[in-house]
């Protein structure tokens, strides 16, 4: 069974910077392409980005990128959103997750963590 536990969410100004780590555990993570979403109040959970487990490739959400930055460690198990120039507008919860193919879409992402609230203030 994999597990999720994602860290480093908190409150930030805008213009601030925060890194989000998330530790898997239950399988070969160097296997597993990561994903990190998010979900502010009263919307939909939307695709942030993610990175596939050779770490050969990446993909952003248009409003993130230039800003977010996600990476991998396998020797650690965990892999991370830097977070840069953050916005009212980022202000959710934010989930990693893993799944069954290299995606955009929350469906093809069988395992979540609980997810790790970051709160940028204007």
């Known amino acids: 069974q994999v597990q999720l536990v994602e860290s480093g969410g908190g409150l930030v100004q805008t213009g601030g910077s925060l890194r989000l780590s998330c530790v898997f555990s239950?399988?070969?993570?160097?296997?597993?392409?990561m994903g990190w979403f998010r979900q502010a109040p009263g919307s939909l959970r939307e695709f942030v980005s993610n990175?596939?487990?050779?770490?050969?490739?990446?993909d952003y959400t248009d409003s993130v990128k230039g800003r977010f930055t996600i990476s991998r460690d396998n020797a650690k198990i965990t892999v991370y959103l830097q977070m840069n120039s953050l916005k009212p507008e980022d202000t959710a919860v934010y989930y990693c997750?893993?799944?069954?193919?290299?995606?955009?879409?929350?469906?093809?992402?069988?395992?979540w963590g609980h997810g790790t609230q970051v709160t940028v203030s204007s």
């Open positions: 997750a893993t799944g069954r193919t290299f995606s955009s879409s929350a469906v093809n992402y069988d395992y």
């Open positions: 239950g399988r070969d993570f160097s296997m597993h392409d």
């Open positions: 990175i596939r487990w050779k770490e050969t490739e990446t």
